[in-house]
Nanobody, 123 residues
Framework: QAQLVESGGGLVQAGGSLRLSCAAS????????RAWFRQAPGKEREFVAA????????VYADSMKGRYTISRDNAKNAVYLQMSSLGSGDTAGYYC????????????????WGQGAQVTVSS
């Protein structure tokens, strides 16, 4: 059974950086688009970033451009999210996802999901 597990979440001060990892097992996601979404309490899950299976293309939500970097390592079946210049608005549960579409930015376009990693930014 395919499984995605996020790690690297935690508490960080405003202005700081954090790197999330997502390890996959039970399925080789090398040819899948990999993505990150986030969800704050009381809000809908929103798109953060996505990367094609060759890493040749990436796409980011506007508010993350220049602050977040998505990358992947197909040999490790992993995807990463480097976050910097974090603010209180970045506090959320962060979810990695895998899908067969091309750089989709909606929840419906991804078939596999992790359980999430909490990121809390303190001011």
């Amino acid at each position: 059974q395919a499984q995605l597990v996020e790690s690297g979440g935690g508490l960080v001060q405003a202005g700081g950086s954090l790197r999330l990892s997502c390890a996959a097992s039970g399925c080789t996601f090398s040819f899948y688009t990999r993505a990150w979404f986030r969800q704050a309490p009381g809000k809908e899950r929103e798109f953060v970033a996505a990367i094609t299976w060759t890493s040749s293309r990436t796409v980011y939500a506007d508010s993350m451009k220049g602050r977040y970097t998505i990358s992947r390592d197909n040999a490790k079946n992993a995807v990463y999210l480097q976050m910097s210049s974090l603010g209180s608005g970045d506090t959320a549960g962060y979810y990695c996802a895998s899908g067969t579409g091309l750089l989709g930015n909606t929840v419906q376009e991804y078939q596999y999901w992790g359980q999430g990693a909490q990121v809390t930014v303190s001011s």
